[in-house]
């Protein structure tokens, strides 16, 4: 691309200079690049929004069946007419809401050591593991909460319901965990343990936002900090974490639309009901993707387009989430930085 700035003749009596006119000739070369770009980025718009008009086509027969009813209804009777998302819809939130609970401290903790304690030779490895961990298969995460976490989250669980179970979602109205008789099986495949999982999974991808918001820190403000005596803690407190600010917020969003769309992992380890169930340590729960891919085979044609209605509201909701996200990290200092 070639850049020509054209420089205005000033005579005796004209005012002094303005800006320069910068004007850009842009090659054959890029304005082929420059239609590539757009046109991948139209395509990604269309494939979006033609996902979105199939399953609004598919299920707004169910919706139309239900109408208002398909938000409150708790059960999940699609043949009888009698079905909704309320259960769905609640479950997913609060297994989502305990995952962004777990995995944002841990996440802002891991990025702020790789991106201000970690020595550069070991910088690179930590940054590697970190994304290591988004690329495991769902399907382990799993084996690996079902099989070891959820027995030995039952006495953290019985200690969280005695100590604090006068706080809201934290109790479990019949239980007694004084009792050494009583069932194992009431702690067993919570919201608690799914979304202990969850939180594992989220946790790289709000990690590598965080870590790149940090990492952009103007090292002025940096070098300001430590000549007005702030330690290390202290400028990171004064200067990265408000820089990074809208990192964080973004990231986090950007986390909890993975957690609301998760599947497998949700499946393998929770006990499906159909009834909001407010108690996070207390077994059984549910959530929209989990109960796609369990109803989605054995499904009759009717249910099958009540599904589809569940999909949409799922897809709405994790559409909402990641735009909100994407407005927040823009108008940031590091997103801004980012974008341009």
Known sequence: MTTVVTTPTLGPGDPPESARQVTSAAGAADRIFGLSLRGVGIAVLLIMGAVGLFLFARGSGAVADAGLRFLTTQAWEPDSHNFGIATVITGTLLIAAVAVALAVPLATGVALYISEYTPPTLRRLLINVVDLMAAVPGVVYGLWGFYLLNPLVIPLARWITSTFGWLPLLGIHDAHPGDPLETATKYESSTFVAGIVVALVIMPTICSVMRESFSQTPIGEREGAY????????????????????????????GLGRAMGETIVVVMIITPVFHIQPEILRSGTNSVAALVALRFEAASPFELTALMAAGLSLFALTLVVNFAASAIIVRSRSGQLSEA
């Open 227 to 254: 000549a007005l005596g702030a330690t290390q803690l202290g400028m990171i407190r004064s200067v990265v974490l408000p820089f990074g600010r809208g990192g964080m917020i973004g990231g986090t969003m950007l």
